[in-house]
């Protein structure tokens, strides 16, 4: 069975190189919706509370929302980098609060401060199913990301693979030791 959670983002981006109108910087709202799978935990009747996948997904997903998507060779992305200097802002400001924790992957870079994702490819909605699933494979056990943008709208089925050993009082993920950080239950 699968719990299923949906996230809204807003971002600007452009597909450098490309020609058409996506060539040129463009705003989206951006839908995600993230499927868990796994067996029901008896104790709490439900696969994975989706207020839990919210925040486990949402550390990663925040540094997305609001923010500036380039192509690592954009030639706008050090131009934008300049102009942030100028305005003393590259390096973060004391108001950019909706940010989380910077990240680098193979397939993307989040430098939070800036509100900035770089991208090894063109961030397209299957070029993001692609980032997001390699940011929470490990944490979750995903079995289907679906990413919608504009008119554009793509989805990507996975295996679940991981045993997710989990509370029998709340239902979250126990950390190494067997503890829940929720309820404080301990097997």
């Known amino acids: 069975m699968r719990s299923i959670t949906t996230f809204d983002l807003q971002y600007a981006h452009r597909f450098y190189g490309f020609k058409g109108e996506a060539q040129y910087l463009h705003g ?3 839908i995600i919706t993230i499927e868990v799978e796994d067996a029901i935990n008896e104790g709490v009747n439900m696969v994975y509370p989706c207020n839990e996948i919210q925040k486990v997904a949402w550390d990663v997903l925040k540094n997305f929302d609001h923010s500036l998507i380039l192509r690592e060779d ?3 992305l050090p131009a934008i980098l300049g102009v942030y200097e100028k305005q003393g802002i590259k390096n973060g400001h004391p108001l950019n609060t909706m940010k989380g924790e910077a990240f680098k992957t193979e397939l993307a870079a989040a430098y939070p401060d800036s509100r900035l994702v770089v991208t090894k ?3 397209t909605v299957e070029g993001m199913i692609k980032i997001v699933y390699d940011l929470l494979k490990d944490k979750l056990n ?3 990301i679906t990413f919608s943008s504009g008119v554009n709208k793509a989805s990507a089925d996975f295996e679940p ?3 997710i050993d989990r509370c029998p009082l709340c239902g979250i993920s126990l950390d190494e030791n067997g503890k829940c950080h929720k309820c404080g239950y301990q097997k």
């Open 161 to 163: 693979s991981k045993n």
């Open 121 to 123: 490819e063109t961030m």
């Open 74 to 76: 954009d030639p706008l």
């Open 28 to 30: 989206h709202t951006g």
């Open 142 to 144: 995903i079995a289907k």
